[in-house]
């Protein structure tokens, strides 16, 4: 059998468990634990959004910082494991901001809907990107957007160029990507906007 996820109502509470195939298959609302990673850079507050490995769901897309499924019977203290997996490093849960929980469907795969309550956090990252280890089999690297930029690509219906922060997992650079929001996982646009809401509202400058 494989891995067991809890099934909510639209309560949030919890009704029964299933197996992550048959929750994705049903598209039964279950929870996921996502945090954002904030930067400082010169002064101005950036956003650290994962480059998806080829290889994984939604291929060379950015995504949150880092982010995973609750297995049955866990909290967000629990979900929090996924920093260190992806990102290599290792953060008390209590150092965490919450952002709260907001429903969230994406595509998945061709015909179904990921039916997802979010458990949000975040995290005011201030050591060298280079500390950050990437999990190779999932995260290609990561890219730093301003947070003024990422509200223009939220805004905007169609490409546009902006000066990022790349790091690969060796070295950083910037770079000027062309970007529109068809370059990040297909959230909604109301998570986008809630999450650059809150972020905005906790950052330290």
């Avoid at 639209?10 to 009704?15: M, S």
């Avoid at 101005?44 to 880092?66: E, G, H, M, W």
């Avoid at 609750?70 to 909290?75: F, N, P, Q, R, V």
């Avoid at 996924?82 to 990102?87: G, H, N, S, T």
Wanted: proline share 3%.
């Amino acid at each position: 059998m494989g891995e067991l996820l809890d099934i909510l109502d639209e309560n949030y509470q919890v009704i029964g468990q299933e197996t992550r195939e048959n929750v994705h298959e049903k598209e039964l609302l279950h929870a996921a634990f996502q945090c954002w990673f904030i930067k400082i850079f010169d002064g101005k507050p950036y956003i650290l959004f994962q480059k998806r490995n080829s290889r994984v769901n939604y291929p060379n897309l950015l995504d949150t910082t880092a982010a995973g499924h609750l297995s049955a019977g866990e909290g967000p203290e629990q979900g929090a494991r996924e920093i260190e997996e992806e990102l290599g490093i290792t953060i008390p849960f209590e150092d965490l901001s919450s952002l709260g929980k907001i429903r969230d469907t994406l595509p998945w795969r061709t015909d179904k809907i990921d039916n997802e309550l979010c458990h949000l956090y975040a995290y005011q990252y201030d050591s060298p990107l280079q500390s950050l280890t990437l999990q190779a089999s999932e995260v290609e690297g990561i890219v730093c957007i301003s947070m003024e930029d990422f509200s223009k690509v939220i805004e905007s219906e169609g490409k546009l160029d902006f000066e990022v922060i790349v790091y690969d997992g060796q070295a950083v650079e910037s770079k000027i990507l062309n970007l529109s929001m068809f370059d990040f996982v297909p959230h909604q646009l109301a998570y986008y906007q809630y999450n650059l809401e809150k972020l905005m509202a906790i950052v330290e400058v």
